[in-house]
């Protein structure tokens, strides 16, 4: 079946804007995970979903990024005031139940660039 | 928080030459699980590892766990173009995954 899709697959935008980030988990998973990987580094863990509620959202670095996953599907990265250290590939994740040791499949990214 | 520590950070080999990166946690774990990243791809789940002593392989791929689970190891037979990317051990800090930045193989052909 069908993969983690993610869109954008590329987003450029100006520094101070706002952007919205896309990730569709695999169909049943309701588990999703965001990280963010910058050049040379691991993936960064920043929240993780189990239905529609953030069950761990410890990773978001500030206030000016929020997640949703209103129906427990589709989630939506949110980015306010987008900052040049906000560039990176975002990455979004998805496993069957969220339970320690599941499987997580990763979605092929949206790449953010702030100028 | 339990850290695993990976080495080495790059390696380079010729085709055809083995290769292996390692895993070593402080504290004992529950499982480890493996992940590889080709440039410009995203992470893709190998394996996971759960008992004490633990061999797995997969065509030229083996991995290990140790007795104490408190390391594991990757090891590449016979290394291909094909085997180039990143490859991670993360840690598991609840359900997220705490990656480091892995061990970069490259290889010449």
């Known amino acids: 079946g069908a993969g983690v899709s993610q869109t954008p697959s590329n987003k450029v935008t100006e520094k101070g804007k706002y952007v919205e980030l896309r990730c569709d988990p695999i169909s049943g998973h309701t588990a999703l995970y965001w990280y963010r990987q910058s050049l040379g580094q691991g993936p960064e863990f920043l929240i993780y979903?189990?239905?529609?509620?953030?069950?761990?959202d410890s990773g978001l670095p500030n206030d000016r990024f929020f997640a949703v996953r209103p129906e427990g599907s589709v989630s939506t990265l949110k980015i306010q005031r987008t900052e040049r250290g906000d560039s990176a590939v975002y990455l979004c994740?998805?496993?069957?139940?969220?339970?320690?040791?599941?499987?997580?499949?990763f979605g092929p990214g949206t790449r953010l660039t702030v100028l | 928080g339990q850290q695993v520590m990976q080495i080495p950070q790059y390696q380079h080999v010729q085709e055809g030459e083995d290769f292996t990166t390692y895993c070593n946690s402080s504290?004992?774990?529950?499982?480890i699980q493996w992940y590889k990243q080709r440039p410009g791809g995203h992470p893709v789940f190998l394996i996971q590892l759960v008992k004490s002593g633990e061999v797995k392989k997969q065509k030229r791929l083996t991995f290990q766990f140790g007795e104490a689970k408190k390391n594991s190891s990757l090891h590449i037979t016979a290394t291909q173009t094909t085997d180039v990317g990143t490859y991670f051990c993360p840690n598991q800090a609840g359900t997220a995954l705490i990656f480091g930045k892995g061990t970069t193989l490259s290889v010449s052909s």
């Open positions: 979903f189990q239905g529609t509620g953030a069950a761990d």
């Open positions: 504290t004992t774990l529950s499982n």
């Open positions: 994740a998805s496993s069957l139940n969220g339970g320690k040791g599941d499987t997580q499949y």
